[in-house]
């Protein structure tokens, strides 16, 4: 049953492949879900995302013809026969990718910089770097800038599918990096528009910072909780309003204001907050140490767990420091994540002699 799949046993011992892909920290999440796209249409869902150097890895190596090994550092690993592969479980996304292209021979190795499940958009960025390692290993050539739409729709089309209601930006972060509005659209035509909002990502360094506070978000593959919500009470005046907040974050961060912009993101955070609990009650230290020193908060994920960043000026981010981070020591759990905006999004790598490096 596979004469039509192709056989990289041979082609990965001459040509390893590595890619990476980054995570993001995202204002005016949920409107880039499939749902919200259609339905709050005539709003123009907006997101903005601002793309982070905690990168997902992939790895392509020679396995024995017919087969598929995948090791996911953290998760386990498993040896399985084409075409019979999982469609659930933690193998889930490898194997709809793997039969998409309809490859075998390979041994697909998945590392990450981020914790599991810290709601930073890690499973659309592995998505990405998975499918930019594939193409490179059938096409013999790296992606073009011109492949990149093709292959967002892609990244989403399968995540959704296999676990419903999840949206685009993950995936659009990962493929392109640096920091963008987005505008969704899911009617006719599946596609979305970009706006790059800085030249120089890495400018946002010293205002921002990252917590993961110690728990992963609550495991979930039945889609996003906010959309049950969403379409329980028909919030679309709350998306619409999300979507206004996005763009005036985006105007605050290209001016510079930062902390304006870290009050559109605590404002973005509160109107969530009326759909769903987005903070866990033990966390709500960590929202008040932030409005203390002036800082906006948000939250990634779909709440209950993950990670919490913080934005505003460099003063006000240096003084949150100190505060959560003692608030970290005093609990015993948690930590500050290391952030650098990066304006480089999916990265592919076919030189044997890097992957050493790669994953040290």
């Known amino acids: 049953m596979t004469e039509n799949w192709t056989d990289l046993s041979d082609l990965l011992t001459r040509k390893t492949v ?8 995202p204002c005016g999440g949920s409107t880039d879900h499939r749902l919200a796209g259609l ?14 150097d905690l990168r997902a890895h992939v790895a392509l190596k020679p396995y024995t013809s017919g087969q598929i090994f995948v090791d996911i550092d953290g998760v386990g ?22 039969c998409y292209f309809g ?8 590392k990450t910089d981020f914790p599991f499940q810290s709601g930073l958009g890690g499973s659309g960025a592995v998505a990405i770097a998975l499918i930019g390692a ?4 059938l096409n013999d050539q790296t992606p073009e800038p011109t492949d990149y739409p093709a292959m967002v729709q892609l990244a989403h089309n399968i995540e959704d599918s ?3 209601n999840t949206g685009m930006q993950d995936q659009a972060a990962a493929m392109y990096g640096g920091v963008n509005l987005w505008e969704w659209d899911y009617s006719d035509v599946l596609n979305f528009s970009r706006r790059t909002l800085l030249a120089d990502p890495s400018s946002l360094n010293e205002h921002i910072l990252l917590a993961y506070p110690g728990r992963p978000h609550p495991k979930s593959r039945k889609g996003s909780k906010i959309l049950d919500r969403f379409k329980e009470n028909g919030a679309l005046g709350v998306f619409a309003s999300i979507s206004d907040l996005a763009r005036q974050f985006a105007e605050h961060l290209e001016s510079g204001d930062y902390r304006s912009a870290g009050e559109i993101v605590s404002a973005e955070y509160r109107l969530r907050s009326t759909l769903i609990r987005v903070v866990r009650p ?4 960590l929202i008040e140490m932030a409005g203390t020193a002036n800082c906006g908060v ?4 779909h709440g209950g767990g993950g990670c919490m960043w913080a934005i505003g000026k460099k003063a006000d981010i240096d003084e949150l420091r100190g505060k959560w981070t003692s608030a970290f020591e005093r609990r015993e759990a948690g930590f500050l994540l290391p952030v650098s905006v990066t304006g480089e999004g999916l990265k592919v790598n076919r030189s044997p002699s890097a992957i050493g490096e790669a994953w040290k």
């Open 18 to 25: 590595h890619s990476s892909a980054p995570t993001r920290l």
């Open 39 to 52: 339905v709050c249409r005539p709003w123009r869902p907006a997101t903005v995302n601002i793309a982070i």
């Open 77 to 98: 690993e498993r040896e399985l026969t084409v075409p019979h592969l999982p469609l659930k479980g933690p193998f889930a996304l490898a194997s709809a990718l793997v």
């Open 103 to 110: 490859v075998h021979g390979l041994r697909v190795e998945i």
């Open 134 to 137: 594939i193409h490179t290993a």
């Open 162 to 164: 296999l676990f419903g």
């Open 282 to 285: 033990d966390d709500l230290d």
């Open 298 to 301: 948000g939250i990634t994920g």
